[in-house]
């Protein structure tokens, strides 16, 4: 209440300070004089109540506009600039389940006739997953197979599929955190420069090198504003399934030169030729 009472005194005396209300109290006060005691003209007294308004308003309105002025003026802030949020894309294999081998069927071998040696294939068995702010679209997805064993050759056979065998189609848009389960294939043949017995022979490789191969998958995304973002998983997988997989196929054939020779040390240079 003190305060109020402090604020309303203070703005009393800035009105008094004010000429224009004091020109108009002075000047109603004169003109009040000569009217009725010289003049004796009769003036309505709502005439001087008029004017001493109109000098208080406008007195209020000056202090006002002076006030104003003592009144500190922020500077607009600058916007900020806003980072544009790149896409964030993991790939990688499925826990527990990263990748399948299977073998198909025997392949007759160019170089050397007839062969029981059957291609064979390895199934990649990814999660995609969108960790960023922006939904993305994604435009490929490449599987790049190598392998440093000799005995075998590695290509991409089949396009990504999802988890309900269904091929996927590009561009396939994947919103904010959700996931995307997919297959991607490649196969494995044996190298066409090598008999049936020299392949079995080297297979138990002691070479950890040769007994994996070596994975990248590469997955190309577009975000909102039509920019290509490319990213990338770089793995390995054992290869020890797969040779698993040829011994216990040719046990089932009971071919026991071929088991003999993938369980040996045989020198290469003894093994027998094709002829």
């Known amino acids: 209440m003190n305060k109020s009472i402090k604020s309303l005194w203070s703005f009393i005396k800035l009105l008094i300070k004010r000429w224009v209300l004091l020109l108009i109290f002075y000047g109603s006060l004169i003109g009040a004089i000569f009217t009725f005691g010289i003049f004796h003209i009769e003036v309505p007294s709502y005439v001087f109540w008029i004017l001493v308004l109109i000098g208080l308003f406008w007195a209020s309105f000056r202090v006002y506009l002076e006030q104003l002025e003592k009144i500190p003026t922020k500077e607009p802030k600058e916007p900020k600039e806003t980072k544009e949020q790149k896409p964030e894309v993991a790939i990688e294999l499925i826990e527990g389940n990263k990748y399948t081998y299977r073998l198909g069927k025997s ?4 170089a050397f006739g007839k062969s029981v040696l059957h291609e064979a294939s390895i199934e990649l068995h990814l999660r995609i997953s969108n960790i ?10 490449k599987s790049k197979c190598e392998t440093y064993h000799p005995i075998w050759d590695v290509s991409p056979i089949s396009i990504p599929m ?3 065998s269904k091929e996927i189609i590009y561009p396939r848009r994947l919103g904010v955190h959700e996931i995307l389960l997919c297959d991607i294939e ?7 420069m ?3 017995a020299q392949f079995a022979a080297r297979l138990p490789e002691k070479d950890e090198d040769k007994r994996n191969i070596s994975l990248k998958i590469e997955l190309e995304a577009k975000d909102l504003s039509g920019n290509i973002h ?15 997989l040829y011994l216990t196929k040719w046990q089932e054939q009971e071919n026991a030169e071929l088991l003999r020779l993938a369980r040996s040390d045989t020198p290469i240079s003894n093994l027998p030729q094709k002829k």
């Open 107 to 110: 392949i007759p071998n160019r």
């Open 162 to 164: 999802d988890k309900k």
């Open 132 to 141: 960023g702010a922006i939904n993305v679209d994604i435009l490929s997805i």
């Open 186 to 192: 490649s196969e494995i043949t044996p190298n066409i």
């Open 230 to 244: 490319e990213f990338n998983l770089d793995t390995k997988a054992s290869a020890m399934q797969l040779i698993d």
């Open 194 to 196: 090598l008999n049936d």
